[in-house]
C-alpha cells in the first residue's frame, strides 16, 4: 500500500441516505397498497351491481369536481415551490413578490387551497345526502364515501402536517437542513395525495 493511498482511504465519505426521507417512502408504500385495496372495493361493487351505478352516478357534479381537482393539483404546485424555497434555507419571504416567497409563505398557501378542497367535498356530500345518497343507502354511497372520504381524511392529515412545518419553521433559531428535509417529506406526502386523488377522479367521476 503506497503512502498515496492512505489519506484517500481516510477521507472516503460514506453517504447514507436520509433515513427520515426513506422512512416516509416505506411508508407510503404502504399507503400505496391500503389505497389499491379500496379501488379494488370500489371495482368489485360496481362489477356486482352495473345498473346501480348508472343510475346514482347521475348525481354527481362532475363540472364542480373537476374544479376542485384543478385547486388540489395547484396545491402540489404551491408545495413544490415551497420545497424550493426549503433547500434553499429561506423559510420566509424576503420581499412581496411570490417570487421572493419563502417555504412559510408556499405552504400556507398550499394549506388555503387544500382547506378549499376538503370544503368542497364536505359541500358535495351535503347535496348528496340531501338529495337521499348517504353512505347507507346501496353499495354505490357506501362505495363512494368509503374512497373518497379516506382521501379527505389523508387530505387533512397533510393540512395539519403543513401546519407543524410552519410552527418548525418560526420555532427554529436557524433554518437548517433539518427542517428543510421535514418540508421536503411533507411535500412527497402531500404530491402522492394528490396523485391518488386524480386517479379517484377518473375512477369515480369520469369511468361511466
Known amino acids: 500500500m503506497t503512502s498515496s493511498t492512505m489519506p484517500q482511504a481516510a ?11 426513506v422512512g416516509t ?13 379500496l ?19 347521475v348525481l354527481l357534479d362532475v363540472p364542480f369536481a373537476f374544479i376542485n381537482t384543478l385547486i388540489l393539483v395547484t396545491s402540489s404546485f404551491t408545495a413544490q415551490f415551497g420545497v424550493f424555497a426549503a433547500e434553499r434555507l429561506q423559510p420566509r419571504r424576503t420581499g412581496a413578490s411570490p417570487v421572493k416567497w419563502g417555504m412559510v409563505e408556499w405552504f400556507m398557501l398550499t394549506y388555503l387551497l387544500g382547506a378549499i378542497f376538503v370544503s368542497g367535498q364536505i359541500w358535495e356530500y351535503a347535496v348528496l345526502i340531501s338529495e337521499g345518497m348517504t353512505i347507507a343507502t346501496n353499495s354505490y354511497g357506501s362505495a363512494f364515501y368509503i374512497t373518497t372520504g379516506f382521501h379527505a381524511l389523508h387530505v387533512i392529515g397533510g393540512l395539519m402536517a403543513f401546519l407543524v412545518i410552519v410552527g418548525r419553521a418560526f420555532a427554529a433559531r436557524n433554518f437548517g437542513h433539518r427542517e428543510a428535509t421535514s418540508a421536503i417529506v411533507v411535500s412527497y406526502y402531500w404530491h402522492f395525495v394528490d396523485v391518488v386523488w386524480i386517479g379517484l377522479f377518473v375512477v369515480v367521476y369520469i369511468l361511466r
Open 11 to 21: 477521507n472516503t465519505v460514506i453517504n447514507r441516505p436520509n433515513s427520515t426521507s
Open 25 to 37: 417512502i416505506v411508508w407510503l408504500g404502504s399507503e400505496v397498497m391500503f389505497f389499491a385495496g
Open 39 to 57: 379501488f379494488a372495493m370500489y371495482f368489485s361493487l360496481r362489477a356486482g351491481a352495473p345498473a346501480l351505478w348508472e343510475s346514482e352516478v
